[in-house]
């Protein structure tokens, strides 16, 4: 195990909806990241916080969104949903190091939008 | 043409076979090396973290990267029912870490 863990397992929405995810770090873990994994693919960055504040973003639109807590939670919020939303969405905590980062990815939140 | 390339497989293996899966890429700015294994409904596990070009072994994983032709490897010896699983290559340009994935290669190694 990891140490990461992630709510909800699996969720269902409808399309126009929102959704918030939310994960737990390890704790002492300041930087924690966000991919989406869409079947048969692999993990897609979304966006990176360290200490609260975002670090960097993939080439995903606004609606999606994150923020990070000073309790090494974080959470992951999708707005008006749309059916390839429907995908795997991984955390992943981790220290940053000079040159690379070890990450520790949760187990997921299993996203069907409809 | 994607940053990286991996087959998806599925590779089948017998049970005590030599496996070999691989990666290329594009981006000659990838410095970091990374191989990750996961399992169904579970999320990736770093597995081996390579810089630069050379080989790399812990058990019986050895990982290697050939930059000159942007090509890494991962072997696994002796495989066993327990490696099955899906193997994502990833890789990064270090300092502000965002890996690159590969879509990961389907492994079975059956008794």
């Known amino acids: 195990e990891t140490g990461v863990t992630q709510s909800p397992t699996h969720l269902i929405k409808t399309r126009g909806q929102q959704v918030t995810l939310r994960c737990s770090s390890q704790s002492g873990h300041n930087t924690v990241s966000w991919y989406q994994q869409a079947l048969g693919q692999g993990p897609q960055f979304i966006f990176q916080?360290?200490?609260?504040?975002?670090?960097g973003r993939g080439n995903f639109p606004p609606r999606f969104s994150g923020l990070q807590f000073p309790n090494y939670s974080s959470e992951l919020n999708v707005n008006a949903l749309e059916l390839d939303d429907s995908a795997l969405y991984l955390c992943a905590s981790s220290l940053p190091t000079r040159g690379g980062e070890t990450q520790y990815f949760g187990p997921g939140t299993r996203l069907l939008v409809l | 043409q994607k940053e990286v390339e991996q087959d998806p497989g599925p590779l089948s293996v017998p049970e005590g076979a030599i496996v070999s899966l691989n990666c290329t890429y594009s981006n000659s700015a990838f410095q970091y090396f990374m191989w990750y294994r996961q399992y169904s409904r579970k999320g990736p596990e770093l597995l081996m973290y390579?810089?630069?070009?050379g080989n790399k072994e812990d058990g019986r994983f050895t990982a290697q990267v050939d930059k000159s032709s942007k090509y890494i490897s991962l072997f696994i010896r002796d495989s066993q029912p327990s490696d099955s699983a899906t193997y994502l290559c990833?890789?990064?340009?270090?300092?502000?870490?965002?890996?690159?994935f590969g879509r990961g290669t389907s492994l079975i190694v059956h008794p």
């Open positions: 390579t810089y630069s070009s």
């Open positions: 990833a890789m990064s340009q270090g300092g502000s870490y965002i890996p690159t």
């Open positions: 916080y360290y200490r609260e504040e975002e670090n």
